[in-house]
C-alpha cells in the first residue's frame, strides 16, 4: 500500500510551496524567519485541521552550524541529518528537466500532527538517486549554498517538480498553490502549461506572499543562465512588460509570482503598504504573520498557562486571559525560564549570568539591515546607564549568511565589543543560533531588543515568540511592532514612529535613507533604558509584572499562526 494514501490526497485543498521549513531543531532545512514561519503555519493548518499539504526541498547538508572562534570569526561547520529518521521516502518520482537532461525528483514526507490528530504532509523534494548525474544529486543538498545557477535548478525542482509531484499523488482538488515567497515562482509556469495558457485559471488558483522590501531577498536570475537550464520550458519572452524580465535582462521571481497571483499580500500592515509602494501595478493586501504558540512557549509558562486557561494549546484567542493570572506565577514562571538559559550557558561555555539582573536579548540572522551593534554604539554610555540605574547583562546570537562578509563583520564587532563591556556588563553571543536556541533566548531574557532600519523589517517574528512568553519588547517601530506596542503597557519604542524614505523601484535606496537615523535611534534607545526600562525593573517591579501579563493577553492571543491561517483561509484561498 501507498503510506502516502493515508493523506486521502482528494482533500487536500492548498498547498502550501516554501524554500525554507523549520519545524523542529534537528531538521535543519531553515535559515531563519521564513522558514520558521513556515513551519509554525503548517502547524497550525494541522491544528485547525486546514486541508493543506506542504512542499519543500530536503537539503541533506542542511544549513551550516555556526561556530564563532575566541577573535569573533564565524566558522561554517556542515550538518548531516539521516532524514529517514523523521520522514518516509513514498516511491513515486517525477522528473524535472534541467540543462537538458531529466532529473528524477523523489519526496520524503513528514506528517506535522495537529492537536487533534489532524495531519498535514510536508513532502520534501530530494534530487539524491543513484540515477542522476553526481551535479544533480547535489541539487537538493544545500540551503542557500552555491552560485546562482545552483539556486536556480532548486527553484526548478521546487517550482516545477513541486507541482508536477502533487499530480502524480493524485492532488486533484487544490483550490490554491500558495507561494511563500517568490522561490517557487516557476510553479506558475507549470500551470500555465497544465491549463493552455489560461491565465485566469491560473491566477485564480495562486497565492503569493511577498516577504521583505530587502533587495537581496527578490531573487533575479541572470536571463541566458535561465535560458539555458530551462531550454523549452523557458518561453515568456513577451513578458518583459510586466517585469518579470527586468532592465538589466534578468528573471524576477517576484515578478513572475506577482503576475500569476490574484490574491498578493505582504506580512505586516506596514509592509503590505511598503510592497504596495514597491509594486503599484498590482493590489497588495497584508495579513501579519504570527508564530505557533504551542512551539514557542517554554515549558514553565505552559505550566501556568495550563492552570489558569486550560483550552490555550487549541484557542490561541484564549490567551487573552492572561489577565487574569496572578502576577507572581507569570514572574515564577519566566524567572524559572531564565535559570535555564542561564543553567544552559553555564554548561555549554562556562559562564555564569546572574539571574536577578536585567538581560536584554538581541538574537536574529547576522544582516546588516538588523543594525545588531546599535546597543553597543556607545560602549561608555553603556557602562554608565548600566553603573548608574542598576545592572545589567546582554545576550547575543545569530548566524551570518556564509557569503555576508558584511554580517560576519558584525558579529567580530560584537565580539569586541564584549571585550570592552567585560568587567561592567556581561555579554555573551551564543554561537549557532537555532530553533532550540531560540526558544530559550525569547523565553529566559527580560527584554527583546530589535533595531532594524526602517521599514526593511518586513514582520519580525522573534518579537511575538517573545511577547507570547510574557517578555517585554524594546524595538524600533518597523514590522509587526508597530501593531504590537503600547507605550510603557506592552513594551517601549524606539526612534521615531515614521522616517523619510524613498520606495517605489529603488528599493536600494530606503537603506541609505534610514542609516541616517542610526544617531537618533541609539539616543533614544540609551534614554529610554537609562530612565525607563532600567527603573521600571528594579524600582517598580509590579507595573512590569502587569507588562509581562499584557505582553500574553494582547500579543501572544493575536500574533500567532492560528490568526495568521484564519485569515488566509477567509481571504486568499477559497476565495
Ligand atoms: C523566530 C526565528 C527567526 C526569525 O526571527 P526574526 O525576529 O524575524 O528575525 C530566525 N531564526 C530563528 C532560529 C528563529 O527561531
Known sequence: MNPYSIYTPQDRKVAYFSMEVGLQPEIPTYSGGLGILAGDTLKSFADLSVPAIGVTLLYTKG?????????????EVPVEWDPSNFMTL???????????????????????????????PVLFLDTNLAANEPEDREISAYLYGGDERYRLKQEVVLGFGGAHMLQILDHDNLQAYHMNEGHAALLTLELMDRYQQDL???????????????????????????????????????????????????????YLAL???????????????????????YRIDAIT?????????????????????PNWRQDSYALRNALDIPRVEIWEAHQAAKRELFDFIEAQYGISMDPDVLTIGFARRAAAYKRATLLLRDTERLKKIASRSGRLQILYSGKAH???????????????AGGQLNDDIKMVYIPNYDMYRAKFLVSGVDIWLNTPMRPLE?????????????????????????????????????????????????IHDVRETSAAYDALDADDLYGKLEHQILPCFYEDRSRWMNMMAYNIALNGSFFNTHRMVAQYVLEAYFQ
Open 458 to 506: 518586513a514582520s519580525g517574528t522573534s518579537g511575538m515568540k517573545a511577547a507570547a512568553n510574557g517578555v517585554v519588547n524594546f524595538s524600533v517601530l518597523d514590522g509587526w511592532w508597530i501593531e504590537g506596542y503600547i507605550e510603557g503597557v506592552t513594551g517601549w519604542s524606539i526612534g521615531p514612529r515614521r522616517v523619510k524614505t524613498e520606495t517605489g523601484p529603488a
Open 63 to 75: 544549513y551550516f552550524h555556526q561556530e564563532i572562534d575566541s577573535d569573533g570569526n564565524q566558522i
Open 402 to 416: 556564509p557569503a555576508d562578509a558584511e554580517g560576519k563583520a558584525l558579529i567580530q564587532e560584537i565580539h569586541q
Open 200 to 254: 485566469d485559471k491560473v491566477k485564480a488558483l495562486c497565492v503569493f506572499t511577498t516577504h521583505t522590501p530587502v533587495p537581496a531577498g527578490h531573487d533575479t536570475f541572470d536571463v541566458d543562465t535561465v535560458r539555458d537550464v530551462l531550454r523549452d520550458r523557458f518561453h515568456f519572452e513577451d513578458l518583459g512588460h510586466s517585469n518579470i524580465i527586468d532592465t538589466d535582462g534578468r528573471l524576477n521571481m517576484t
Open 90 to 120: 513514498l516511491t513515486e518520482k517525477v522528473t524535472v528537466d534541467i540543462e537538458g537532461r531529466s532529473v528524477l525528483v523523489q519526496a520524503w514526507v513528514y506528517p506535522v500532527k495537529g492537536i487533534t490528530g489532524y495531519t498535514v
Open 289 to 309: 504573520n504570527g508564530i505557533h504558540i504551542r512551539t514557542w512557549i517554554c515549558d514553565s509558562m505552559a505550566a501556568v498557562l495550563d492552570s489558569h486557561i
Open 259 to 281: 503576475y500569476h497571483a490574484e490574491y498578493i499580500n505582504g506580512v505586516a500592515q506596514k509592509h503590505g503598504e511598503i510592497s504596495q509602494k514597491m509594486f503599484p501595478e
